[in-house]
């Protein structure tokens, strides 16, 4: 959709959300859906923030693909590989395969991860809470997510009691992932904890920045080897104490250590041309959490992927925890 609104009178300093959704007819989550994947503009900027206020005479535009509409309609697809870890009457744990979007969202309608689940698990769509948005109901059972280029594994909740018991978990900080991460460089310590609040960039609001007012964020980490050739890296193990957007890829960049192959936070992709993994070196590699129907503690862990484990097959034996020789 590609169309443009001049904001009248009777809605000067209104939300940018609201107005939006009453000249479009979209529905707030719809709308909101749009201002994230960065196609609303007033004037020639960018909308970040869904709370910006509009003034009488401001040029709204919306163009790209059109939002997507309620999950009522959201379909199996059995050609999306599911790999399953485990399964019961609650949960459903998955080991995502790298290159999968997780659920339906703007630009992404078909071939996604949830419709693997749906085709399987038709179910899932009828378990939701029945007061549920139409934002849930294109993700149906999905609790956290992973990145595109992330592999590993996720928990899928099988019936409405077990999300909710879930998302508690999760908002708690019961809910333990840890992650495996090649980072470019050595680290000087071996152990570490990155606290730093995540928001939106202004001018680019599916890019996540370290800055004030964010989102509280709290990322730490552990060294598992260091390694000198072909390039300086550090492998890590990272631990979400929090679950934001983009959150180790961001926080490891910040603190002057980008993932390796991460093209949208790291340097240039000359800096790790030796090491192409073809997509971020990050792997949800362990999952802990208190099982909704048993109430015991449950853990489940995934080795890295064949695609990961050939980049440090690629790469020198393990260092001592000192600077390499320049």
Excluded at 3 to 8: D, F, I, L, S, T
Excluded at 238 to 266: F, K, M, N, W
């Amino acid at each position: 959709m590609d169309e443009e609104w001049q904001v009248p009178g009777a809605l000067d300093g209104e939300r940018v959300d609201r107005v939006l959704s009453l000249v479009t007819g979209l529905s707030r989550r719809e709308v909101n859906e749009l201002i994230d994947a960065g196609q609303v503009t007033v004037g020639s900027r960018t909308v970040s923030s869904r709370s910006r206020r509009v003034r009488t005479g401001e040029r709204l535009g919306v163009s790209g693909p059109a939002p997507s509409r309620s999950g009522s309609d959201l379909a199996g697809d059995a050609s999306v590989s599911v790999p399953i870890v485990w399964v019961d009457d609650d949960v459903i744990v998955v080991d995502k395969p790298a290159g999968l979007v997780v659920h339906p969202g703007a630009g992404n309608r078909s071939g996604t991860f949830v419709q693997g689940l749906l085709a399987r698990f038709p179910e899932l769509a009828a378990a939701l809470d029945p007061e549920a948005d139409s934002g849930a109901r294109d993700r149906p059972g999905i609790v956290h997510r992973l990145d595109k280029g992330t592999s590993g594994l996720m928990v899928v909740a099988r019936s409405a009691d077990a999300r909710q018991a879930l998302v508690r978990q999760l908002a708690r900080h019961q809910v333990d992932r840890e992650y495996s991460t090649l980072v470019a460089g050595w680290l000087e310590s071996d152990a570490g904890l990155v606290d730093a609040p995540l928001g939106r960039g202004e001018s680019d609001p599916t890019r996540i920045r370290v800055q004030t007012g964010g989102r509280a964020a709290r990322t730490r980490y552990e060294v598992q080897a260091r390694h000198a050739e072909p390039v300086p890296t550090t492998l890590l193990r990272c631990r979400l104490e929090t679950g934001r957007t983009h959150q180790i890829r961001v926080h490891l960049a910040s603190i002057g250590h980008p993932v390796i192959g991460d093209d949208r936070y790291g340097p240039s992709r000359r800096s790790w041309a030796p090491l192409p993994p073809g997509r971020p070196f990050l792997h949800a590699a362990e999952l802990s959490f208190d099982h909704p129907g048993t109430g015991r503690r449950v853990h489940f862990s995934s080795p890295l992927p064949d695609d990961l484990q050939g980049v440090l097959r690629s790469i020198s034996p393990p260092e001592q925890p000192n600077e390499p020789e320049r």
